[in-house]
């Protein structure tokens, strides 16, 4: 166990459903992400949260909405998805950003399907 | 934009062989972090690197930064079952921030006993 968890594990979704994917850190972490890894791709960065203020959105389509209330949880909305959006879903946190990355703590990521 | 490329994509080897993943980047790096990934699990930290000409070492595991910072390599020594995963590698930019690494596609260790 990281102190990162994840749920659901396993997300299946019609193309017009609406869904959210929840994360939780229980390290005092400050920063959280959101990661999307397929099959064919490398890890791709989605969006980023430092103190709860969004610092990077790596132009993700807007069928996915990232929420992070505090510092501990952070949440990803989903709506209208395609079948190209399935792809295992990965949260992680870290200390703070700062110029030498603190290592990042992975969440066991939501394995998401698109129908 | 910033590039991290991973070789090989797949490497086949039989228990107790040595393998080697390399990682290039197009831009200089800050630092760069290895992961390993079991089959059906998540990314889990191996180790940082961040001077330049770094070496350091876990058990069977080497892991280098090159001199320009610039490519990274993982070498692991006498394989065992346990080392099957994919191993990344993942690069932040030199004087970019910190918002987020850049990751390679990984290499598939597929061992054979």
């Known amino acids: 166990e990281t102190g990162v968890t994840q749920t659901p594990r396993h997300l299946v979704m019609g193309m017009t459903n609406k869904k959210s994917l929840k994360c939780e850190q229980h390290l005092g972490h400050n920063a959280m992400y959101w990661y999307k890894q397929s099959a064919k791709k490398p890890l791709e960065l989605m969006f980023v949260?430092?103190?709860?203020?969004?610092?990077e959105n790596n132009s993700v389509p807007s069928r996915f909405s990232p929420e992070c209330p505090n510092s501990s949880h952070l949440f990803l909305h989903l709506h209208t998805l395609q079948p190209e959006d399935s792809a295992l879903y990965l949260c992680?946190?870290?200390?703070?950003?700062?110029?030498?990355?603190?290592?990042?703590?992975f969440g066991p990521g939501t394995r998401l399907t698109v129908l | 934009g910033q590039q991290v490329m991973q070789i090989p994509q797949y490497q086949h080897v039989q228990e107790g062989e040595d393998f080697t993943t390399y990682c290039n980047s197009s831009?200089?790096?800050?630092?760069i972090q290895w992961y390993k990934q079991r089959p059906g699990g998540h990314p889990v930290f191996l180790i940082q690197?961040?001077?330049?000409?770094e070496v350091k070492k876990q058990k069977r595991l080497t892991f280098q930064f090159g001199e320009a910072k610039k490519n990274s390599s993982l070498h692991i020594t006498a394989t065992q079952t346990t080392d099957v995963g994919t191993y990344f590698c993942a690069g932040l930019l030199a004087g970019g921030g910190a918002d987020g690494l850049t990751f390679g596609k990984g290499t598939h260790l597929i061992i054979q006993p």
């Open positions: 949260y430092n103190f709860k203020e969004q610092t």
């Open positions: 690197l961040v001077k330049s000409g």
């Open positions: 992680a946190s870290s200390r703070g950003l700062a110029e030498i990355t603190d290592t990042q703590y």
């Open positions: 831009t200089t790096l800050s630092n």
